[in-house]
């Protein structure tokens, strides 16, 4: 039985994610990891502090557990990266080569490390975004994750590595608080509404980006891991989409099952950021090698969200 690390499990992605691999590995072959002391999300798995910026305290906890599969997700996303774009290169690159290196010397099955829309900029077709295209990524982030994709695929080709990547859209989820994306609106959105406050969104109300419900997520990255290695043909990182809506779409969705819900719109900083991402994403490339297809629409994630969210309220408070 394969010992999977994930790295960075108290996050958004992550918390979700170590719960998925569980089901399909043995909550005690799925190893919890963050920089940061461990969260109820993660409660009754093995916990492991770590920094992925140690390469040496990295490979001795992948060690100590015979870890065969590594979930890399620690990551400055694209908002708190502009506000440090050093720091966040350091991070994002430093963090993912380390991995890398490690799954070569030891001959890691398999490992993971999720790409972002991020990598698409200004000249990038926006509309059904092809899986091969211009990428001219204008945030630290995208330009971080853009570099990791080449050097996934250098790892694959010049080593044998089998490392595997999504380029997430808008991840929307209600079980963890936003974790510093741009697309974090379409996430706080919901606890305003149920909060009974108003709302005031950080993008304009006609910005499209392509979304992504979190089980959706989580199915997607977990049926590409399971994927036979010949039907993995894109070893830079894979398109995969579900969903597209504008901040005005969202809001009306939750009207629907709170007609007393206000929005207003006051785009700042990141309203740039948003502009230059795709409105809708081409994934055909992904549903042909390994059968991805999502589940949610944008009226079934809100439905989802609206009846689940209040019990998990308290907590966040």
Same mark, same amino acid.
């Given at each position: 039985?394969?010992?999977?690390l994930?790295?960075?499990?108290?996050g958004?992605?992550?918390?979700?994610?170590?719960?998925?691999?569980?089901?399909?590995?043995?909550?005690?072959?799925?190893?919890?990891?963050?920089?940061?002391?461990?969260?109820?999300?993660?409660?009754?798995?093995?916990?492991?502090?770590?920094?992925?910026?140690?390469?040496?305290?990295?490979?001795?906890?992948?060690?100590?557990?015979?870890?065969?599969?590594?979930?890399?997700?620690?990551?400055?996303?694209?908002?708190?990266?502009?506000?440090?774009?050093?720091?966040?290169?350091?991070?994002?690159?430093?963090?993912?080569l380390?991995?890398?290196?490690?799954?070569?010397?030891?001959?890691?099955?398999?490992?993971?490390?999720?790409?972002?829309?991020?990598?698409?900029?200004?000249?990038?077709?926006?509309?059904?975004?092809?899986?091969?295209?211009?990428?001219?990524?204008?945030?630290?982030?995208?330009?971080?994750?853009?570099?990791g994709?080449?050097?996934?695929?250098?790892?694959?080709?010049?080593?044998?590595?089998?490392?595997?990547?999504?380029?997430?859209?808008?991840l929307?989820?209600?079980?963890?608080?936003?974790?510093?994306?741009?697309?974090?609106?379409?996430?706080?959105?919901?606890?305003?509404?149920?909060?009974?406050?108003?709302?005031?969104?950080?993008?304009?109300?006609?910005? !499209?980006? &392509?979304?992504?419900?979190? #089980?959706? %997520?989580?199915?997607?990255?977990?049926?590409?891991?399971?994927?036979? +290695?010949? *039907?993995?043909?894109?070893?830079s990182?894979?398109?995969?989409?579900?969903?597209?809506?504008?901040?005005?779409?969202?809001?009306?969705?939750?009207?629907?099952?709170?007609?007393?819900?206000?929005?207003? !719109?006051? &785009?700042?900083?990141?309203? #740039?950021? %948003?502009?230059?991402?795709?409105?809708?994403?081409?994934?055909?490339? +992904?549903? *042909?090698?390994?059968?991805?297809?999502?589940?949610?629409?944008?009226?079934?994630?809100?439905t989802?969200?609206?009846?689940?969210?209040?019990?998990?309220?308290?907590?966040?408070?």
């Amino acid at each position: 039985m394969d010992k999977v690390l994930v790295i960075g499990a108290c996050g958004q992605l992550g918390s979700e994610l170590t719960h998925g691999l569980s089901k399909v590995f043995g909550q005690d072959n799925v190893i919890a990891s963050d920089i940061s002391n461990p969260n109820s999300a993660v409660e009754g798995f093995q916990f492991e502090r770590l920094d992925v910026m140690d390469a040496e305290g990295t490979a001795e906890i992948i060690d100590k557990h015979g870890i065969t599969q590594v979930y890399h997700l620690a990551a400055i996303l694209s908002a708190k990266g502009e506000e440090n774009p050093q720091w966040a290169w350091n991070l994002n690159m430093t963090g993912l080569l380390n991995i890398l290196e490690i799954a070569k010397e030891k001959n890691l099955r398999k490992v993971y490390w999720p790409s972002s829309i991020a990598v698409f900029g200004p000249s990038t077709p926006v509309d059904n975004t092809p899986q091969h295209t211009v990428m001219d990524p204008n945030t630290v982030y995208g330009i971080s994750k853009q570099a990791g994709e080449r050097w996934c695929e250098y790892y694959f080709e010049k080593y044998g590595v089998d490392v595997r990547s999504i380029r997430y859209p808008g991840l929307i989820g209600y079980k963890s608080l936003p974790g510093g994306g741009t697309t974090d609106y379409a996430v706080d959105i919901y606890h305003k509404a149920l909060a009974g406050e108003h709302f005031e969104c950080f993008l304009s109300e006609d910005t !499209y980006l &392509p979304m992504m419900y979190m #089980p959706d %997520a989580i199915k997607a990255t977990i049926d590409l891991m399971e994927a036979p +290695a010949e *039907n993995v043909k894109v070893r830079s990182s894979y398109n995969v989409s579900a969903i597209s809506f504008s901040p005005s779409e969202i809001a009306a969705s939750i009207q629907k099952h709170l007609p007393e819900f206000s929005i207003s !719109y006051h &785009p700042d900083f990141r309203q #740039p950021i %948003a502009d230059s991402w795709p409105n809708s994403i081409d994934d055909s490339v +992904a549903r *042909n090698d390994w059968g991805w297809k999502e589940a949610y629409d944008l009226e079934a994630m809100t439905t989802d969200i609206l009846k689940n969210l209040p019990e998990l309220i308290p907590s966040f408070q």
